[in-house]
């Protein structure tokens, strides 16, 4: 037990002994702070003690009614609440207590507390109650600076007992990469409080990034621990020291100066990939310079160009081959029989209609059967036969003549010929779908940027070569609302934003280029440096582009529907087409998903760390803390409020203005 509880104690067994000349009501109820000088930043302990006697709290109908005191102009911290019942008289003591820090010298008082009690007059179940009211009184203390005597140069304020280590993450860096460096003090005092040191490092620059605390309350002392974190970039390669961090305070029970050191650290730091131009006055902003993109590289395309077109096709596809497999067909009786060559004739009829669409009685002109054949993709000889067979049909109708045998021959030359025009025509057909799709895909390359879009980009790169980060990144990010599909913009401001130490704007940059180009494997080793998971959970991208799986699943699909064409022209069975159309329907499915994904309509990137609410409110119950740059869900949103969802099973309520989004324009 150390000096300071033995005080605390002491002073509250004297309490305790005095709460017996309290006066004629049996309820004991003191206060009293220990000690009654403390130094500034030293706690001081309030303590409130009611001592209810065995008849008293027998009589009691109700629990009693107790006011704490609102001290001001100080810090107040909640002690946990101690009961005691093993009183020989049967006195049951409970005992309220506070941690007091205050942060300038002088004299405080701190108010009367108020209890409440009632008591029934008699002993009927129905009787009235009477209210007694018990004040405390109201007690002071005095703040004193700590001497300076012995104070040294590099002391800041802090008060307590503590003690200091470090650790990098992670322990391999490379030259370029940053790392986070912590430096954690844990001990007795107000953690709350502490001041950030000042440190240095000569081979890396070492930028702020945030604050934690955690806070343990123990019966008489309050304690916990603070940690602060550093980015820090090395510079040079090799085996580095990182030297003891010295953190100097005051201890008020010693009342002497004291220094926290942390063990030092070796770090072994690899040859970097990035560009280290020699910096200007130690400027950190050079030793952070990445490549960047210097020509905008035009919008992506993440749907298929002519959407509409595209699914209009799709859905026609089915219909060839359905209308040539559920046709009304012709019963064929005696009469056709004894008119072979009519029946030869609107066999040639309805083949070319069905295979071409061409019309019989709309070319009867010499030669314009063959022509409108060749159109269609038909051979000049084929072509020519089918007139021939066609005008045979219409001289042998008035010849006198065995017809059954005229007819058939007249029918196996229409077969024949109905069977070329289905190899010709076919691959017509495909060479237009064929054409069609590639015409697509030339329209899906096409990129065009205008000249805002250009000039913002243009002064972005030369602010950024100049080591201007912050105006580059305000350029970039004009750039990005005039051409929200272009990848290079998007990892321009990234980089840009790393470069002026803005992690979340650099993750927005990085993740929005690789959305737009999931195949970029640049941009997903500089998420790589991001000290948040980018290749797992919400953040996760596949290095597959949507709309190539879609433009494979509408090729699928138009091939197979042309493979039920043909059965159904040859009289074969469509079932076997879905060997084709099932692969098809399941890409199709995959890249509504993979677009979706890429879309991130529901994804928010957290700016800086504060811990996520139980509730959407400020005053909630605090739970994990996420990182800046990590990408979280929304599940809700309530007002301000977004109800986010993080890796590792992670859920609470964060302050919209503290996020990003992530959604695709």
Known sequence: ??????????????????????????????????????????QATYSLTVRIPAEIR?????????????????????????????????????????????????????????????????????????????RSPSVAFVAVDPPSAGRPATWTGAVGVWRASVRVEPTDPRVGDPVVLTLRLEGEGNPTVLPRPTISIPWA?????????????????????????????????????????????????????????????????????????????????????????TALAGPARTALPFASVAIWIALLAPLPALVVRFRPRRRRGTAQDRRGEGTARALLEAGLRTRTGID??????????????????????TARDVEELRDACDRDAFARRDRRSVGATARERAQALLKRIDAEARRHAHALLLATLLGLGAC???????????????????????????????????????????????SNLGTAAWGAADTAMAVVGWQRALRLAPADGELRARLNLVRAPQHRGAARVWPVAPMLVALLALVLWLAGWAWALSAALSGGRLRFASVVLVP??????????????????????????????????????????????????????????????????????????????????
């Open 205 to 293: 620059d070492v930028v702020p990034q945030g604050e934690q605390v955690v806070l343990e309350a123990a019966p008489l002392m309050l304690g916990g621990a603070k940690e602060f974190s550093w980015i820090l970039t090395p510079r040079v390669e090799g085996a580095q020291v990182l030297a003891s961090l010295e953190y100097p305070f005051f201890d008020p029970l010693a009342r002497t100066y004291a220094v926290a050191r942390s063990a030092p650290l070796t770090l072994r730091v690899r040859p970097g990939t990035l560009v280290a131009l020699p910096t200007r006055a130690g400027s950190r902003a050079d030793s952070l310079r990445m490549p960047i993109r």
């Open 444 to 490: 899906a390359g096409a990129a065009t940027s205008d000249a805002e879009s250009l000039a913002s980009f243009s002064q972005g790169v030369v602010a950024y070569q100049g080591g201007d980060f912050t105006s580059a990144r305000a350029q970039f990010a004009r750039t990005v609302v005039t051409a929200p599909r272009d990848p290079a913009a998007w």
């Open 360 to 381: 019989l009685a709309a070319h009867t002109a010499p030669g314009a059967l063959a022509a409108a054949l060749r159109l269609e993709g038909v051979t000049e000889a």
């Open 1 to 42: 037990m150390t000096s300071r509880a033995v005080a605390v104690l002491t002073a509250l067994g004297v309490l305790a002994s005095a709460l017996g000349a309290q006066g004629a009501d049996p309820v004991g109820f003191a206060a009293a702070v220990v000690p009654e000088t403390v130094f500034v930043g030293q």
């Open 58 to 134: 027998q009589r009691l109908r109700r629990n009693p009614e107790f006011v704490p005191p609102e001290p001001r102009a100080m810090l107040a911290y909640e002690l946990p609440l101690a009961r005691e019942t093993g009183n020989a008289e049967g006195i049951e003591t409970h005992t309220f207590r506070r941690a007091l820090f205050v942060l300038t010298p002088g004299r405080y008082t701190i108010p009367s507390a108020r209890l409440t009690y009632y008591l029934p007059q008699t002993t009927s179940f129905f009787s009235r109650e009477e209210e007694r009211t018990l």
């Open 584 to 665: 098809a329907v399941a890409l199709a499915a995959l890249a509504w998903r993979l677009d979706a994904t890429l879309a991130a309509r529901d994804l928010v990137v957290i700016v800086e760390p504060r811990p996520l609410r139980a509730l959407p409110a400020l005053g909630a119950e605090p739970g994990a803390v996420p990182l800046a740059g990590e990408i979280a869900r929304v599940l809700r949103r309530e007002g301000v409020w977004l109800l986010l969802e993080l890796d590792a099973g992670r859920e609470g309520w964060y302050p919209a203005e503290r996020t990003h989004g992530l959604a695709r324009d």
